[in-house]
């Protein structure tokens, strides 16, 4: 147990130190959150949601994603292509301690990206809502960025550090566009609405849009992401046994 816990509070320092991680998962989501909140109608609403209250959910589910699919695909990459990956096997850490001591730590930036976004809407933005919803809205965010934290251990297995940070950076910023976290998909035309009602960065927007507006959970849209799991964990199970047998 000690040597998985010091594994993870490496991890944590690393990630904290990385640039990249902060300007993606901090500063860019709180920027944009400042911007838009400022030029368009504070009075407007989505859905029967307050303007500034669901721009704050897109920018945290932003952040959130941002730094999952960055720092994860990233740092499992390079760590791959220096071997570190083997030299790990022939310590006597655990074979998931590995793994698990980054998801772990990437988890526990989430949960203060979360906290952040959340002070800086209730604090500069005077969002208002109960502290159920708070809470819930949280917890959703938190728990349901496992498809993106899969994506981003998909796009480790990828042996060139360049590819990924291409893809990676594809990935994150089509997800967000298209999934409606820049803008409502209600302002997009309607084959792009039909879209992002199967891409996995608006069902996980949606259930937070759900919790604020009072709204019961979709669970087509728990469905949706939980296949995207299931096919981004088999497919990075492929991607390294086949390295492994090569």
Known sequence: MRPMLAQCKAELLRTLRNRKFIMFALLMPAVFYFI????????????????????????TVF??????????????????????????????????????????????????????????????RDVHLSVGQWIACGLW??????????????????????????????????????????????????????????LPSYRYGQAAWNIVAGISMDWEGIGILAAYVIIFMVLSSYMIRRQEAV
């Open 36 to 59: 838009f909140t400022n030029t368009i109608d504070p009075n407007m609403e989505v859905g029967g949601i307050d303007w500034k209250a669901y721009y704050l959910i897109s920018m």
């Open 63 to 124: 952040g959130v994603i941002g730094g999952s699919i960055n720092t994860l695909s990233l740092r499992f990459a390079q760590e791959r292509m220096q071997g570190w990956v083997q030299l790990i096997k022939l310590t006597p850490l655990p074979s998931g301690a590995y793994v698990f001591s980054k998801i772990a730590a990437q988890s526990i930036i989430n949960l203060g990206t979360i906290v952040l976004m959340f002070i800086i809407g209730a604090v500069f």
């Open 141 to 198: 965010i938190w728990i349901g960025v496992i498809p993106f934290m899969a994506l981003g251990t998909l796009l480790g297995t990828i042996r060139s550090i360049e590819v990924v940070q291409v893809l990676a950076q594809l990935l994150f910023m089509g997800l967000s566009g298209l999934g409606g976290l820049w803008m409502p998909i209600q302002a997009m035309p309607q084959f792009m609405q039909q879209m992002a009602l199967w």
